[in-house]
């Protein structure tokens, strides 16, 4: 596609519940990237993709927290038993091939409110 | 740790102006520097990338340098339009690929 394209884009659900966010990263990029941006703050890593692999998963804050790229496109990041303080908007970003030279794409985020 | 740090944290100037935002960082140890646009409830939008060998970028009114020894970044703005109002975020990338990210600088342009 054009860009990097994230659905829904608003989710707003119930504390305890379980949740997936899409990614649809631009056609021919193996870097895929999420972050997750609480108002007020920057951006914060949670893990990169290169291809299928999660070649960082750092970020991840706890293993309630998942992500897959089962084709090396698509990526979906799952959350589970929601918590009210994982209400954020998760970002997404895709470059051509990673690394260290690789301008990052970011799609417009998908809010989460857990209520 | 790498942290990010940029000042000011809000900004508001009358249309025309020339405006420097600043960026710095703790660990001179990075690929490249990248800033961003952020317009309300939407992502980010790349606007100059650094590398690390780099000093400075430009495009159009925007230019961007780079001091890695010293740990900063400096945005130049020049002849600031309303439609310039947005948070602009700098962020470095000092291994593995991750963006570490400052908190943003705020920016109203008003006529």
Known sequence: GAGVSQTPSNKVTEKGKYVELRCDPISGHTALYWYRQSLGQGPEFLIYFQGTGAADDSGLPNDRFFAVRPEGSVSTLKIQRTERGDSAVYLCASSFSGGNTGELFFGEGSRLTVL | KQEVTQIPAALSVPEGENLVLNCS??????????????????????????????????????NASLDKSSGRSTLYIAASQPGDSATYLCAVQADTDKLIFGTGTRLQVFP
């Not at chain 2, 001179?28 to 000093?55: C, E, H, M, V």
């Open chain 2, 25 to 62: 960082f703790t660990d001179s140890a990075i690929y490249n520097l990248q800033w961003f646009r952020q317009d309300p409830g939407k992502g980010l939008t790349s606007l100059l990338l650094i590398q690390s060998s780099q000093r400075e970028q430009t495009s159009g009114r925007l």
